[in-house]
């Protein structure tokens, strides 16, 4: 596993949270039910009297939303960045 160093580690977290805030309600609600609350996705549905299926689909969603940010906070690796595959 790569280790972060801790400045990057930190701007992550930061752009998670201000995604999340800036998240319309289900979309927030369904990803801190799945990723922070650990409930399933029929148990979500229940929790919002939605159905499964758009739990999925507001779960991937929120998913991208928060990839986005993360993924723009830094450049892809330089090719000598990356781990010795040997």
Not at 5 to 31: A, C, N, Q, T
Not at 50 to 70: C, G, P, T
């Amino acid at each position: 596993m790569v280790e972060l160093k801790s400045g990057l580690r930190r701007e992550i977290f930061e752009g998670i949270v201000e995604r999340l805030e800036s998240m319309p309600s289900p979309l927030r609600e369904v990803f801190v039910l799945r990723h922070y609350d650990g409930r399933t996705e029929p148990q979500i549905a229940q929790i919002m009297g939605i159905k499964k299926n758009q739990v999925d689909h507001l779960l991937r969603q929120a998913e991208q939303m928060i990839y986005s940010r993360v993924h723009n906070l830094r450049p892809p690796l330089e090719e000598s960045e990356y781990p010795d595959a040997e």
